[in-house]
Every structure is written in structure tokens, then in C-alpha cells.
């Protein structure tokens, strides 16, 4: 397996390759990652940038440090710093590309931190301040827009998922636990209220969150389940331990095929249906539906699609529980038609929603109705970094699998940018249950 999964069919920025520096960005294959081995000829745009983030960072509690020993913002020694190890390139970056290039260049080692997390959850803090009021009224103007190529059509959805979730079932192996469950778990609380987590502590803790779910919805004993997402099993598994008679959908073959073989080796094959399909092509009727962060790689302009569907499949007093991540309204509709980091190397056609977004797609469209939620943020930031530890300690094996040092960096920026995403209340993480015109719940 190559890192090409992640590869844009866009122009590589202008510019020369990324020379090496202190901490070698020369290794960027430029085949593999032409946007990370390349910097943007954006000399004037760089040295905005660079007055921008002065600007930004003189009223955020974080260090940014020069190789000339400069030091920029109003932290003090003991706050987070972000170590700019090639200052040109870097605000370049920054001034062609905004927050992709800011990516693309901890990508290219252009800049480092001992304590990424700490520094990117400063920053996603004051993400709403970062950017002056004028230029971010011009936001249209001077941010890229998703790639037509990775809306969530029925043709390109496959490809979106392929992407990502096929990238190696191995790789995900490597730092999930053994119920191979790729969301928020919900730990224990500790009698201050923060969750309690620790890897021995993880799969439980996993499996309390499906077991919510599963209650949530209502199911049992011969409960006639759709589960949008399959993932790789674990809940499909849990539902027919139940009693349930579970119909499962996915669109990645990677993981469909652990899934496939996980129900067999489990006996359920009697109980479980599983398929390689879209959504929008799901047909019967079913008792309860139950969808884990699935919701996100919907997109927006399909939400009415996805609720419509759930609508349509469910059984007089049926009832439906999501996990969804989500994020405060304003900065949805902000950021909803550019194209995010996350997005061009990670979750391509990706959107986390708000709640105000999904209460309104579905007053607007169906009958259904979201009856009760329940938050648990903080429990995403700590599975985070479980993972992220884990992933980083099995950093050679991940290379043995043909994913290369770039590959692995930016794969721990991505766990890290999330975490901080969670630890800064930037992100959240819902359970919904909805029914239909807000009947039946309990």
C-alpha cells in the first residue's frame, strides 16, 4: 500500500522543491506528495502572512520560535511553542494556502512542536480570531472550494470512502483496539466528571458506547436493525448478540471484508446481512437504525437525501440513534464551501455539521425529529489520544506496511489536529435520537 490514496489531482503549488532544512523536508517524495515537496512562489502573499500571524498570535497564549531566535506571541516559557524551522517557507505557505499550507508544511518539517496538541488547541481556541473580521467577510474570495470531484454523489461517495477507509485494515489494526471501533468511546467518569481512560480501559469502554446506542434505539430481540456504516463489525456483532436481525451497509471493501469474516467467526451469519452499498440505495423497512459518524461524510447539500432515506426505512414507532461530531453553527457556515486540510489529505467531501444544521434539515424535509442528545466531547479528545500514542509507538510497523515518514507525520498531525479539535470545545461529540414527529421516546 502507497500513500497515494491521498494524492490531489490538482496543480502542485509554483515554487521550487522544499529544500532541506534542521529537520529534513527534503524527504517529501515529490511523486507522492507534490504539494508538501513543493513551495508556493508567494513571496508578497508569505510576508502578509507573516504580519497576519504576529498580529494573530500577540494576543494568544502560545510561542512561536524563529531559528534567529526571534520569539512571536504572548505566551510565556511555559506555554505551548510551535518551532518554525524555515521561516520562508513556512509563511509562504501560509499566505498561498491558509490553513492547507500551515498542514503541508508540519508535512514537509518546516515547522515542529514537542507538544503538537497543546499548540493546535491554542490555536483552535481562538480559531474565530485568528483571521481579521474584513478578510474573513472576503472569505469567498481567497479560500479554495472543495474539488467539484469529491461532492457525495452516488458515483463519487465510493471513491470519498475508498480513500480513506481502504487505505489498509492492517494500518487501522495498528492503533485501534481489538473491537476495531474507529469513533468516540465513552468512559467512565472519575468523580470530577472527566472521563477515565486508559487503553486497557479502551475497548470497554468502546463497548459501552454501541451498547448506548443499541438501548437508545431499542433494540432487542428480534428488532429489525439498519446500520448506516458499517465499520468494521463491532456493532452489527453486538445487535445480534441481542437477538437482533441486523442488515449493515458500507461502501469500503477493506472493510467489509474484516466485518464479513469477524460475523462468521462469531456464528451470526444467520442474523447479519451485510452489503456493499450506498445509503440512498437501501431498501425495507426496519424497527430501529442506528449510524455512527457516518453523518459527516454526507455533506450538506445531501443531508435532506440521508434524513429522507431514514424516514423512508423506518417502521411505524420506529426509532433512529446517531453519533455525530459536530461543531458550533458560525463556524459551520464559515468554513462549509472551502476546502480544508482535512478534507484534501484525510476526509475527502467531508462536513461536521452543527446541531442547529441537522434540527433544521430535518424539520425542513421529514417528519423526524431529534428527541434527546447527550454530549461527551471530552471522551473524544482522550480516545484520541490513545490512539494517537499508540500509533506513534508503532511507528516502524506502519512504515513496514509501505507508508512512508510523510505519510506517518501527516497521519499524526491529523489524530493530533482532531484532539485538539475536542480538548478546545472547537468540536463535540452527540448522540441523537430521533423519531418520527418526535413520538415514541423514552
Sequence with gaps: MTTGSFEETVRPADGPPAAAGPAGPGAVDPAR????????????????????????LARLPLRAVLPDGTVLGAGDPGSPALEVLRPEAFFRRLGADGLIGFGESW???????????????VLASGAAELVPAPLQRLRGAWARRQPAGQRN????????IHRHYDLSNDLFALFL?????????????????RPDASWDGLAAAQRAKVDRLLDAAGVGAGTR??????????????????????TTVTLSQEQLRLASRRVAEAGY?????????????????????????????????????????LERVLAPGGRIALQAITMPHDRMEASRSTWTWIQKYVF????????????????????????????????YAETLRLWRERFAGRAEEVGALGLDATFRRMWDFYLAYSEAGFRSGYLDVQQLLLTRNGGGAR
Design 33 to 56: 506528495w507534490p504539494d508538501a515537496a513543493r513551495v508556493p512562489r508567494a513571496v508578497l502573499r508569505g510576508r502578509a502572512a507573516r504580519l497576519l500571524v504576529e498580529r494573530a
Design 348 to 379: 475527502p467531501g467531508g462536513l461536521i455539521p452543527s446541531v442547529e444544521a441537522l434540527e433544521s434539515a430535518t424539520r425542513r424535509h421529514t417528519g423526524l425529529r431529534i428527541v434527546r442528545r447527550e454530549a461527551f466531547g471530552p471522551h
Design 269 to 309: 451469519e444467520d442474523r447479519v446481512t451485510l452489503l456493499l452499498r450506498d445509503y440512498r440505495q437501501v431498501g425495507g423497512v426496519y424497527d430501529a437504525v442506528v449510524s455512527v459518524e457516518m453523518i459527516e461524510a454526507v455533506g450538506a447539500e445531501f443531508w435532506p437525501v440521508y434524513f429522507g432515506v
Design 225 to 246: 436493525l439498519l446500520e448506516i456504516g458499517t465499520g468494521w463489525g463491532e456493532l452489527a456483532l453486538r445487535a445480534a448478540a441481542r437477538g437482533a436481525r441486523v
Design 177 to 193: 483496539d481489538e473491537t476495531m471501533t474507529y469513533s468516540s468511546a465513552v468512559f467512565p467518569e472519575g468523580p470530577d466528571g
Design 153 to 160: 454523489t452516488v458515483a463519487n461517495t465510493r471513491g470519498n
Design 107 to 121: 508535512m514537509a518539517r518546516e515547522w515542529d512542536a514537542q507538544d503538537p496538541v497543546g499548540v493546535l488547541t
